[in-house]
């Protein structure tokens, strides 16, 4: 995985969480509405769009990039209309991401053997 890839990973791996909380915020905002006199919903309302605009941005840029499957890219799109979905895609981009680290690790230490087999 190159450096481009890994980049747009972590950042929609870092937009993911945030955006879960906002989303459950504004449901707890939803229910103050209707049962008490506090609306602090248009304000979540907006912070939750931003959030969630971002995360499908940065969705389709990671897509783009990492060349998911489209099963996986649903998968991650889905997750971000879930109430606590990011939380999954925060750790699955997380492990996906830890993996791509270990197979560059491995790539590159099986190129530096090769080589010295090479020259010895």
């Known amino acids: ?44 309302g907006m912070v939750h769009g931003v959030l969630f605009v971002l995360y499908v941005a940065l969705w389709a840029w990671a897509w783009f990039r990492a060349k998911w499957p489209l099963g996986r890219a649903a998968l991650y799109l889905l997750l971000s209309v879930l109430p606590t979905g ?15 680290v270990i197979a560059a690790r491995a790539r590159k230490e099986l190129k530096d053997v090769g080589r010295g087999a090479v020259e010895a």
């Not at 190159?2 to 879960?20: H, M, Q």
């Not at 990011?86 to 791509?100: I, K, N, T, V, Y």
């Open 1 to 44: 995985m190159d450096i481009k890839t890994a980049s747009a990973l972590n950042r929609l791996r870092l937009v993911s969480a945030p955006e879960a909380v906002s989303f459950l915020l504004l449901l707890i905002c939803s229910v103050l509405k209707r049962t008490t006199d506090f609306n602090a919903v248009p304000v979540m």
């Open 86 to 100: 990011g939380f999954f895609a925060e750790r699955m981009l997380r492990r996906e991401a830890e993996d791509s």
